[in-house]
């Protein structure tokens, strides 16, 4: 079935389970499609844009209104939506970081917040994550340590994921805040697999920054995201511009150049507002999906060979694993090598695993059904049977 | 053209949409239980009722 000339309509989340491990949590909400098909067109939600002419201060519909609930959600003074986690981290890298600034980043840290370091012209100072695969507090210390003594002066800014990505463990952002404000370096938490996953309060963590992903984790279409701030660094962070023009004289108003006027529009903007109700709900009820994670965790682990390479119990539904002892082996024979773990789960309706992929890989359960989960754990371990793996307890 | 037709096209659109989040949360067996079955059928007698009306107000 086609929806545009050569675009095939995707039908993923209606055919199959897809444990993506980046598209779980940005599944839309059917409020959000509903909204999208009401707010397709471009400048939609602009029929009612009067002064100041911002997009966060329209009223109708009510995205001023979402911008305050957000911030309050998070536990912040000020939140604006942005076209994903990215554009908040390159906001933020962009007011605090000046030329050969040293930044913090961690050894699991995603790849947007280098580049975002590296435009700013920042140094990329990583703290590394301990055997298990978390960032501590003490390893921010000697790091913070390390980099005074090598460029004369703390950290300008840390990037700590509250999950990262690699893994998907928690880390002590809380503790590192504290460490962090004690050596006066701002701390920007990347809740790009939390926000709108866990609760979250920025506040609380005592972080000055707190960044979400809309298509990640807030039910949202891509590219959205949020960046939530304490109202000391939204004066700066969202400052407004004060740029004049030497022939026309021209200013700009309350126009913010972090983020280009506005940023967030349409369809997009929309979307994340129609989820945002399920979102606020879903938070507490994350329990459920651990559960549900734990289902397929131990139908998983029972196939003899298979390790786990996140740390568990799991904190979250996003999940690392080492198959090398257990499907990587079938697939040294298998006529399909490596494609054949994709393709028989394929073949019982799941999608997402990375096709080829029988080693190391990554999977997440956000989203399912208990009844769903349940289906995920039979079908690891009757694909593991169907091709003579031993099942232990 | 009536605001009305406009009003249907949306409702009937949205009724599809429930219709598709149920087909999403059942995936891949599609098996619904009583209650989902229920829902279904509840969702399709509206949109034949919508679509009927649609018809009489856009021929």
Request: proline content about 4%.
């Amino acid at each position: 079935m086609k929806c545009g000339a050569g675009i095939e309509a995707r039908q993923v989340n209606e055919l199959f389970i897809n444990v993506d491990p980046i598209q779980a949590g940005g599944r839309l909400t059917g409020d959000a499609i509903k909204a999208i098909i009401a707010y397709g067109d471009g400048y939609s939600v602009c029929d009612n844009c009067r002064k100041p002419n911002r997009l966060d201060c329209i009223s109708k519909p009510p995205i001023a209104e979402f911008h305050k609930d957000v911030a309050a959600w998070l536990g912040m003074d000020a939140a604006r939506m942005m076209p994903g986690a990215r554009r908040a981290f390159q906001a933020v890298a962009h007011t605090y970081v000046n030329k050969g600034d040293p930044v913090l980043l961690t050894s699991l840290s995603h790849y947007t917040e280098f580049l975002a370091v590296e435009e700013a012209g920042g140094v990329a100072c990583e703290i590394p994550a301990d055997a298990g695969h978390i960032v501590t507090p003490e390893a921010t210390v000697a790091k913070i340590d390390e980099v005074k003594k090598k460029f004369g002066k703390a950290p300008v800014l840390a990037f700590i994921d509250h999950v990262d990505y690699q893994c998907g463990n928690l880390h002590d952002v809380t503790g590192i805040a504290k460490v962090a404000r004690e050596n006066d370096v701002p701390v920007l938490c990347n809740g790009a697999y939390t926000v709108g996953i866990l609760p979250v309060d920025g506040k609380a963590m005592g972080v000055d920054f707190v960044v979400g992903s809309g298509h990640k984790s807030m039910a949202s279409p891509a590219p959205s995201g949020v960046l939530a701030t304490t109202a000391e660094r939204a004066k700066e962070v969202f400052r407004t511009t004060t740029i004049e023009g030497d022939v026309t004289k021209r200013r700009f108003g309350v126009k913010e150049p972090e983020l280009m006027g506005c940023t967030l529009m349409g369809a997009t903007l929309v979307g994340m507002m129609a989820s945002f109700p399920h979102v606020k709900e879903r938070v507490k009820h994350f329990d459920r999906e651990l559960e549900n994670n734990k289902i397929v965790m131990e139908a998983l682990l029972s196939i003899d060979g298979t390790k786990i390479l996140s740390e568990y119990p799991r904190k979250h539904t996003l999940t690392r694993v080492d198959t090398t002892g257990s499907f990587d082996r079938i697939a040294e024979t298998h006529k399909k090598k490596g494609f054949f773990l994709s393709s028989a789960l394929n073949d019982k309706g799941i999608f997402g695993l990375i096709p080829g992929a029988t080693r190391v890989w990554k999977f997440n359960t956000y989203g399912t059904t208990r009844k769903q989960a349940r289906y995920l754990a039979d079908a690891f371990v009757a694909v593991a049977q169907e091709n003579g793996m031993k099942i232990g307890a | 053209m009536s605001k009305r037709a406009v009003d249907l096209i949306f409702s009937t659109t949205y009724l599809l949409t429930d219709l598709r989040m149920l087909l999403r949360e059942t995936a891949p067996t599609h098996e619904l239980d009583e209650k989902q079955k229920a829902e279904a059928a509840r969702l399709l007698e509206n949109l034949e009722r919508q679509v009927s009306s649609l018809k009489q107000e856009m021929l």
